[in-house]
Nanobody, 124 residues
């Protein structure tokens, strides 16, 4: 059984930092791109960042570019999201996901495994 578990969410003041981590079990994902998405109630799930299968190429949503950094450790089957200079509008449930292919991807339909999500709340 494939399982993705996110951790590291919480409450932080604007301007602060959080580091999300996602651990994958049940299979090895080193041959697949991975990504982070976020969602607030009443809105569609939004792309945040993606990293290709070997960690050489990353891709970010314009809203987080320069503030967030995605990274992966294929030996540990994990993907992290370092979030700096957080803003109240970053408040959301954050999900990690595994892509169907090797290349970076920004559409949720390009991902076929999802975690349960972790809440990030940024206070003003």
């Amino acid at each position: 059984q494939v399982l993705l578990v996110e951790s590291g969410g919480g409450l932080v003041q604007a301007g602060g930092s959080l580091r999300l981590s996602c651990a994958a079990t049940g299979r090895t994902f080193s041959n697949y791109a991975m990504g982070w998405f976020r969602q607030v109630p009443g809105k569609e799930r939004e792309f945040v960042a993606s990293i290709d299968w070997n960690g050489r190429i990353t891709y970010y949503a314009q809203s987080v570019k320069g503030r967030f950094t995605i990274s992966r450790d294929n030996a540990k089957n994990t993907v992290d999201l370092q979030m700096d200079s957080l803003k109240p509008e970053d408040t959301a449930v954050y999900y990690c996901a595994v892509s169907r292919g090797r290349l970076v991807a920004r559409l949720s339909t390009q991902y076929n495994y999802w975690g349960q999500g972790t809440q990030v709340t940024v206070s003003s």
